[in-house]
């Protein structure tokens, strides 16, 4: 069965950072995408935000605002992502998930609190 294990999130400061993991457990073929979305605080889980995507072997997508301030990067031997967030402001608060579209399957993590308040 596979899993995506989440790690880091946390109370920040506005202007702080925070480094966000996501591992995929299991062994996959194939395409292979990992992507963060955030659901902000009231929002209801179909208005999630996509924050950033990586493509093993291929492209990396950010949403408009978060461009240079988050970096997406990951490990392709063990299908592991990492979201480095920078200049964090009060409006990235939200629950930050982790997906994974791995071997045909599209799978989600637990979800990790992010709150920016000083």
């Known amino acids: 069965q596979v899993q995506l294990a989440e790690s880091g999130g946390g109370l920040v400061q506005p202007g702080g950072s925070l480094r966000l993991t996501c591992a995929a457990s299991?062994?996959?073929?194939?395409?292979?995408?990992m992507s963060w979305y955030r659901q902000a605080p009231g929002k209801p889980s179909y208005q999630r935000e996509l924050?950033?995507?990586?493509?093993?072997?291929?492209?990396?997508f950010y949403g408009d605002s978060v461009k240079g301030r988050f970096t997406i990067s990951g490990i392709d031997a063990n299908t592991t992502v990492y979201l480095q967030m920078n200049d964090l402001k009060a409006e990235d608060t939200g629950v930050y998930y982790c997906?994974?579209?791995?071997?045909?399957?599209?799978?989600w993590g637990q979800g990790l609190q992010v709150t920016v308040s000083s």
């Open positions: 299991g062994q996959f073929t194939g395409y292979r995408v």
């Open positions: 924050v950033a995507r990586l493509t093993f072997g291929g492209s990396i």
């Open positions: 997906n994974g579209a791995l071997s045909g399957g599209n799978y």
